[in-house]
């Protein structure tokens, strides 16, 4: 994970930094044998109930669209966790003077987003990612995009 002032790139936020403004992040172990046994443990502990996988890449359908749709700000009712298997990305997260924070993620990145953070996320230049989504409830789980994007 490297992240920073969108508008400042020398300026780098650090782990904490991010936990001030209610973004957790764990750096786990790339190899699924060795990050079962974490990822049990924060699911267990933050009360996640499911999982899944979502691939992003050259073979996805309308990959440009999806792209701009994802790019577009807007925020949840409910956590966003995302635990980086493969490929690489970017979320952008507003800060609480609502300067962009941008957070590239790499394979053993855990990072949640919290409900009501305004957000967007984006590929990076290898135009592909492999993420768990972890969820507590996947009803109601939606995108609000928003007023004026
Ligand atoms: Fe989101």
Redesign the pocket.
Known sequence: MHAYLLDQPDHALSAEVLRSEGILYWQLPVEPSEYAGPVANICQDRGYVQMDEIFLGENTPDLAALCTKFFVE?L?TDE?IRFVVAGSGIFDLRDVHDRWMRVHVVPGDLII?PAQKY?R?TLDAQQTITCKRLFQDTRGWV?EPRAGQ
């Open positions: 807007h949840h966003e987003v957000h996320f995108a």
